[in-house]
């Protein structure tokens, strides 16, 4: 019953404005030239449409830009025509990349959907993500960066632990190997993440909990969407990354990353259970200083919710978490999207 009526909280603007929408897309060499969850961050052609399309069903105009080192110059030309950005550009390299086009958007003078460029290097590095919610008193695993492979491992850390990419998303560089249970192990993942993707790695307490994402949009009052679940088998305790069903006639088959997510929309969980993953996840969005929307991952640790991550960022392809979390409280796509806009536009005062 709480969420069949959030909707009608979401305000509706008559709104027709020409928006640039800011990408990154997967080339098709990227399929074999480099590791195959490289492009975990990135959209399909795909989504772009998708995305486009959605935007043009609320009686706006779009032009699309491809966020790579033309998009300056593209943005330059037609700061005087754009009203807005709609930002999905994940950056093309660096330990900031997400911060780029917020950054430059905010030289132009362009207005832009979306956290800020220093939300989204904030919360791109786990460990800033980490030490920010410890300090406002948010429950987040026990943790450690690893800068080299000579670093000793932390005795307030106690095994089981798990090794993830400091400064990247999307579940890169995640696999069944990077759950730990000695130094030995520990030892072999960190230099095999170092060699392979040359950034330090951020080792942290494993939690064996069940496993939310909350999406939330919205600035002022924040809406909650309904809380998604992650189920996995016997075989895997953490979310993998596996390529878009339309990418793999593309990928080398020995390439091919055969593991099928399942999740469940709203959560089986109570109520008192409920608010407090709400509460928990609200605190977080508003101490990293999300704008207009993003999503957040938890996992239990006992009775108590630990945010593990946030994607202000966050997919927004159709059959992804939040929108598929938007459709449970009886938001189409089309209109998520949009919302996206308008929360951004009333910000700017548009």
Request: hydrophobic letters at 40%; a negative charge; glycine letters at 6%.
């Amino acid at each position: 019953m709480y969420y069949r009526y959030l909707y009608i909280l979401i305000p509706a603007y008559c709104m027709k404005m020409k928006i640039a929408l800011l990408y990154n897309g997967i080339k098709r060499d990227m399929l074999t030239k480099q590791p195959l969850d490289a492009i975990a961050e990135l959209d399909s052609q795909e989504t772009i449409d998708y995305v486009r399309a959605a935007l043009v069903s609320g009686g706006n105009e779009v032009v699309v830009i491809e966020a790579d080192g033309d998009a300056c110059a593209k943005l330059k030309e037609g700061k005087r025509e754009i009203d807005i950005v709609f930002n999905i550009a994940e950056g093309l390299r660096g330990e900031s990349r997400e911060s780029y086009i917020p950054a430059l958007c905010d030289l132009l003078g362009i207005p832009y959907t979306g956290s800020g460029a220093l939300t989204l290097g904030m919360c791109l590095n786990k460990a800033r993500t980490k030490e920010t919610l410890t300090y406002y008193g948010i429950p987040t695993p026990t943790f450690q960066v690893f800068r080299s492979g000579e670093d000793e491992l932390d005795r307030a850390l106690t095994f089981p632990l798990i090794v993830k990419l400091l400064h990247e998303g999307s579940q890169m560089g995640l696999s069944r190997d990077s759950i730990i249970y000695s130094e030995e192990d520990l030892s072999a993942r960190v230099a095999y993440l170092m060699r392979e993707y040359e950034e330090p790695v951020i080792v942290e307490e494993f939690l064996d909990g069940r496993e939310f994402t909350v999406g939330i949009v919205g600035n002022e009052v924040p809406l909650v969407l309904p809380i998604v679940e992650a189920l996995f088998g016997h075989d895997q305790k953490t979310r993998l990354f596996a390529p878009d069903d339309p990418l793999l006639p593309y990928i080398p088959k020995d390439r091919v990353i055969n593991v099928k997510e399942r999740s469940v929309c709203p959560a089986d969980v109570d109520d008192e259970l409920r608010r407090t993953i709400e509460e928990i996840a609200l605190n977080a969005y508003s101490a990293l200083d999300c704008k207009d929307w993003c999503r957040i991952d938890l996992r239990m640790n006992g009775d108590v919710p630990n945010v593990l991550e946030l994607n202000p960022i966050a997919g927004i392809d159709p059959s992804y978490l939040l929108p598929r979390a938007a459709r449970a409280a009886g938001i189409s796509y089309e209109r998520l999207v949009n919302m996206i806009v308008e929360f951004a536009a009333k910000r700017y005062g548009l």
